[in-house]
Each structure stands twice: as C-alpha cells, then as structure tokens.
C-alpha cells in the first residue's frame, strides 16, 4: 500500500529537516574543545614552536580545526596587554589556557582563572616563583614545562669564557624587570666569582636601553656578552644580534634560535622539543586529566649550537674540543 503525502506537508517536513540540522551541526561545534593560546611573543618569531605545540596535540588525538579550535592571542612583547588579553579568553569560556611567551603571560593567566586549566611554560622556577606548590605535584590549575633556561647561565658564561679565554671582562645584558631576574643575577655573579672572571652587568628593559648597553661595550675593553635568558630580549633577537655583529663582540645566548640566525654560540634546553611536550600535556588535560597531579615536565634535551661563520667574521678560532661537544655545527 502506498501511502501518500500532501504537498503542503511535504514542504513542512522539509523546512523542519532544514531548521533541525544546522542546530544539530551547531550543538557538534559546540561540543569542540577550545584552547586559548596566550603568548607575551608575537606570531612571526613563535611559528616554528606554534607548529611543535600542535604536533603534541596530534599526538594526544587533537587536530585543530577537526576535533579543537586554538584562540591565538599574542601580547607581540607588550606585556601590559597580557591581563587583557587572558581576560578575554577566560570570557570566550576557553577549556584549557596555554601561557607561553614568558613568565608575565603564565602570571596573567593565573589572575584571570583559578578555575580553567593553564599549561604553561616556564623559564625560571615555577616553585620559587609561587606558581605552583611543588613539581611533583603542582595542585590548584597549573602545570606545564620548566626548561631551566635562567638555571643555565653559570654553563653558559663557562662555555663564553671557552671560546674568548682572553676576555678580562664579559658583559652581562640583564632585564631588571624581569619575574625571575633577581636569583638569575645572583647565580651570574656566583658562577662569575668561583671562575674569577670579571663582569659588568648592563641593564635593559627596552629597545633604547639595548642599544645604550652595546654603545656602552664599546667604549669599555669588554671581551665577550652573555645575553641573559629572557622573554623580552627572545622578542628582541633581530635587535641584539644586529648590535652583536656590529659592534663586533662575541655573545653567548639562551636559545638556538638566536645562533640559526647568526649568533655566535648558544646552550639551553630545544623549545621545540618543550612546546611539543605542552602541546601534549594540553590533550591530556582535554582528555579528562587534572593539572593539579600532571608533574612539571623537565627538560632532558639540552643544545648547544656554534655558528663557524659568525666565529669567523669576528676572526675566533673555536676550540675543536668545543665543536667536538656541540650538538649543531652551522658553517
């Protein structure tokens, strides 16, 4: 038997199919995670690590745009506009917050929410910074990577005094605004005094007092610059490696990415390998588990990078016991 349906039903049953689905597709895009990224950086210098921290939430099951939307919020180095910046994710409602970019962007995080995950990372302690209660176990709405990079600097100053032995006095570019900044100092000068090695600390917490400290170099018999491990100077790095070089004054840095771009030496922990552990710590949270009891991760990768061609036009013979023990020679 057939059963037949008027027209005018016909159109209503369709017009109730046409108004159910997209309500349907919008409940699905509801149910999508969102991740709030909030970085004191600015795109262009973090695309590379932008890329790691997605790789680690491929690995955990997320691919953005599929089953996660990423929020993207950069501070660009003016980290005032962090607070407003965390502020407004909290608001979109965001699932998980990853605070990146330095310790000012992980601080803002943590004053915007007590109650939505963050997973940050961390240069400096976040114990001694007040972050968390422990590493083990973080308790509260954070956990993240600690990569150690203002606990290396008595590693990096030896390495700089390697490659310039006959440096009577090294330069230390140092930003007294910095969260961390205090006990950084403090183990400089330690390591400073235990070698016997003279230092001169330059302060600069902006691009003018930068560009005072090298024309300040240059009319001292400095030898050699430690450019200390920090977010502000991370979003400087075209500005100091163009002194660097124009000055002429060998420099040690914190991050590979200064010596891929000309810098003459550099030893920390791969931030790349850190952003895809982040990236992976971020799906577990997404896949039910709690930051207060995921460790603080360390690292176990540590780089150091030699730039011969940079070594070369500052006319230094590197010693070959240190290009043997560098992880990457660029030529």
Do not use: C
Not at 123 to 144: F, I
Not at 208 to 220: D, L
Request: proline share 6%; charged share 15%.
């Amino acid at each position: 038997m057939t059963i037949g349906i008027g027209r005018r039903q016909f159109i209503s049953a369709l017009g109730g199919a046409t108004v159910s689905w997209p309500l349907t597709v919008r409940a699905q895009q509801a149910a999508v995670p969102v991740v709030g990224f909030l970085s004191g950086q600015s795109p262009s210098t973090f695309a590379s690590l932008t890329s790691a921290f997605q790789q680690g939430l491929n690995e955990s099951g997320f691919v953005e745009g599929k089953n996660v939307a990423i929020e993207y919020r950069w501070a660009q180095g003016q980290f005032d506009r962090l607070p407003e910046l965390a502020a407004d994710l909290v608001a979109r409602q965001v699932t998980v917050i990853v605070a990146t970019g330095g310790e000012p962007s992980i601080f803002a995080a943590k004053a915007a929410t007590n109650r939505i995950p963050i997973v940050f990372t961390a240069g400096g302690d976040p114990v001694r910074q007040g972050l968390v209660a422990s590493l083990n176990r973080p308790g509260g709405n954070l956990t993240g990577m600690f990569f150690l990079a203002t606990d290396l600097e008595s590693k990096r100053l030896g390495l700089l005094r390697e490659l310039v032995p006959s440096a009577a006095t090294i330069a230390v570019l140092w930003n007294p605004n910095s969260p961390g900044g205090a006990p950084q100092l403090q183990e400089i000068q330690e390591a400073a005094h235990a070698l016997g090695q003279q230092i001169v600390i330059l302060y600069a917490s902006s691009e003018t007092e930068i560009e005072k400290s090298f024309a300040a170099m240059a009319g001292s018999r400095v030898g050699g610059l430690l450019v200390a491990a920090d977010p502000f100077f991370s979003n400087r790095r075209d500005q100091i490696l163009t002194l660097a070089a124009q000055h002429s004054v060998p420099a040690i840095y914190y991050l590979r990415e200064f010596t891929a771009l000309g810098g003459l030496i550099s030893y920390g922990a791969s931030l790349s390998e850190a952003f895809r552990q982040v990236g992976a710590y971020t799906g577990r949270i997404l896949n039910g588990e709690k930051p207060a009891e995921l460790p603080i991760i360390q690292p176990t990768k540590f780089e150091m990078v030699i730039n011969l061609k940079t070594a070369k036009a500052l006319g230094l013979n590197v010693p070959p016991t240190l290009i043997a023990r560098a992880d990457e020679v660029i030529e």
